[in-house]
T-cell receptor, first 112, second 116 residues
Framework: KAGVTQTPRYLIKTRGQQVTLSCSPI?????VSWYQQTPGQGLQFLFE???????NKGNFPGRFSGRQFSNSRSEMNVSTLELGDSALYLC???????????FGPGTRLTVL | AQSVTQLGSHVSVSEGALVLLRCNYS??????LFWYVQYPNQGLQLLLK??????LVKGINGFEAEFKKSETSFHLTKPSAHMSDAAEYFC??????????????FGKGTHLIIQP
């Protein structure tokens, strides 16, 4: 099976812009989670989607949103970008039968 | 609420020596514990996970970890370090087996350096 794919891998934006990141989970996985990784805060949970429904959200402002499509692909959107949003954004898909999360390579977002 | 503390942001060992990366957790419910490895410019790869079965868990690449409830610890070990083990290692805890709805709570990470 192909692994978790994330596009784009690298992104440069300026303050105030918005950005959309995409994640395609492993085939058959219906759960997708998003994490933000920064040198200062480490890895932090953003939100999790299961069968197109957001089940939980971490402690992030409303500028961070997401959605999941019927084919389990997920998108994450950040509006009104701030310098502090510069980070590696990781997507993970979960195999329910083994309760294992598999991570994608991430999208490196730089906000100038 | 869960939390994870990884002791030592950097650990340096000689090639062939024992690797010991420390992880202590706090959880209000029986935890599920994970170790992930991250190589430069890559995502996270699962090394092993504890889900209330055997307390000694064997993972990939020769790594293993022991769950000690009395010490609230889940330290990662490998008998003999290899140069390819140089990477960032993360310990994570979840109240749910797969870290689903509540997500995984990660430690700050330990950078493992292998000296030739």
């Amino acid at each position: 099976k192909a692994g978790v794919t994330q596009t784009p891998r690298y992104l440069i934006k300026t303050r105030g812009q918005q950005v959309t990141l995409s994640c395609s989970p492993i085939s058959g996985h219906r759960s997708v989670s998003w994490y933000q990784q920064t040198p200062g805060q480490g890895l932090q949970f953003l939100f999790e989607y299961f069968s197109e429904t957001q089940r939980n959200k971490g402690n992030f402002p409303g500028r961070f949103s997401g959605r999941q499509f019927s084919n389990s692909r997920s998108e994450m959107n950040v509006s009104t970008l701030e310098l502090g949003d510069s980070a590696l954004y990781l997507c993970a898909s979960r195999e329910v039968s083994t309760d294992t999360q598999y991570f994608g390579p991430g999208t490196r977002l730089t906000v100038l | 609420a869960q939390s994870v503390t990884q002791l030592g942001s950097h650990v340096s060992v000689s090639e062939g020596a024992l690797v010991l990366l420390r992880c202590n957790y706090s959880s209000s419910v029986p935890p599920y514990l994970f170790w992930y490895v991250q190589y430069p410019n890559q995502g996270l790869q699962l090394l092993l996970k504890y889900t209330s079965a055997a307390t000694l868990v064997k993972g990939i690449n020769g790594f293993e970890a022991e769950f000690k409830k009395s010490e609230t610890s889940f330290h990662l070990t490998k008998p003999s370090a290899h140069m390819s083990d140089a990477a960032e290692y993360f310990c994570a805890v979840s109240a749910l087996s797969g870290g689903g709805a509540d997500g995984l709570t990660f430690g700050k990470g330990t950078h493992l350096i292998i000296q030739p």
